[in-house]
């Protein structure tokens, strides 16, 4: 039953590789969402996907940064050429529909750029 | 811009009541949200606030004042496990997404026996 769920938990890279998240919404869930937290920071934006509409990338730090969704469904975030500031802790949310409802996160990724 | 601030830090006793206050300037308010995140977890939902007044749920209390970019969260009857980051989160319809949130960077709460 679940909740939302993210994998990897931790993930150690070297400077310059790729890496991909995954986030496995609640089932039903239209809404997701990615944010970030840095350490000493609070969560920041990245994107956002509502149902089959376009993406809000607005978020996203760097062309760095992209996100799909597949089906409707889970959503993978990837870093292309990983740099030192990307460390932190990369959160996946969701919730029934884009507005007025309570976000459900997962618990998260801690990504380690070294 | 965007702008949400609370305290860093606060410590307090079992038993005690704790406020935890929250000031934002937004380009436009949609509701305020209150999570709890234990060190390592997932931020979890406390309170949602998007009147003015006060919410009562158990022993957490939120309330809102949208004239002046004003919230706290009231913890009663602390208990140890009440030791955590409390963050104030806003939703702003004219920032991006629209339905994102925007957080502040958290009030680490500790208490003590």
């Known amino acids: 039953g679940a909740g939302v769920s993210q994998s990897p938990s931790n993930k150690v890279t070297e400077k310059g590789k790729d890496v991909e998240l995954r986030c496995d919404p609640i089932?039903?869930?239209?809404?997701l969402y990615w944010y970030r937290q840095s350490l000493g920071q609070g969560l920041e934006f990245l994107i956002y996907f509502q149902g089959n509409s376009a993406p809000d990338k607005s978020g996203l730090p760097s062309d760095r940064f992209s996100a799909e969704r597949t089906g409707g469904s889970v959503s993978t975030l990837t870093i292309q050429r990983t740099q030192q500031e990307d460390s932190a802790v990369y959160l996946c949310?969701?919730?029934?529909?884009?507005?007025?409802?309570?976000?459900?996160f997962g618990p998260g990724t801690r990504l380690t750029v070294l | 811009g965007q702008n949400i601030d609370q305290p860093t830090e606060m410590t307090a006793t079992e038993g005690a009541i704790v406020q935890i206050n929250c000031t934002y300037q937004?380009?436009?308010?949609?509701?305020l949200f209150w999570y709890q995140q234990h060190a390592g977890e997932a931020p979890t939902f406390l309170s949602y606030n998007v009147l003015d007044g006060l919410e009562e749920k158990g022993r957490f209390s939120s309330f809102l004042s949208r004239s002046k970019g004003y919230s706290y969260l009231l913890l009663k009857e602390l208990q140890m496990k009440d030791s955590a980051s409390y963050l104030c989160a806003v939703r702003d319809p004219y920032n991006q997404a629209g339905t994102a949130l925007i957080f502040g960077k958290g009030t680490t709460l500790s208490v003590s026996s």
């Open positions: 937004t380009s436009g308010f949609n509701g």
């Open positions: 089932s039903g869930h239209t809404a």
């Open positions: 949310a969701s919730s029934l529909q884009g507005s007025g409802n309570e976000q459900f």
